[in-house]
Every structure is written in structure tokens, then in C-alpha cells.
């Protein structure tokens, strides 16, 4: 499963947290890939509510 890990970590869509403004890849928001927040300020709790696609 290590294989899933690194391609989490890139992601595919690129995210923009609404609250801080950050963009980064879908994975460095996701551990799970059901529940999502901003690596930078840890706000949002999932796409459309405090994330939005780039």
C-alpha cells in the first residue's frame, strides 16, 4: 500500500483553502480520501465547505 500513499501525496486536482487562501495538491489535504483540511491553517472540513477545486 505504500504505493497509494505516494500518489495521495501529489494528488490530482489542485485545492484552494477559502479561509487562508492556500492552493495545494488534493493529497496534502486527505489522509483518508473521505475527510479534507488545509495543511497550512487545519480549517475546512471537506470540498465545497472551506476547500474548493482550482
Request: glycine share 14%; aromatic share 6%; charged share 30%.
Amino acid at each position: 500500500m505504500p504505493v497509494l500513499q505516494h500518489e495521495r501525496k501529489t494528488g490530482r486536482d489542485k485545492l484552494e483553502c477559502r479561509r487562508c487562501g492556500a492552493e495545494f495538491p488534493e493529497g496534502q489535504a486527505t489522509d483518508d480520501g473521505w475527510h479534507y483540511v488545509c495543511p497550512e491553517c487545519e480549517q475546512g472540513s471537506g470540498i465545497g465547505d472551506g476547500l474548493r477545486v482550482c
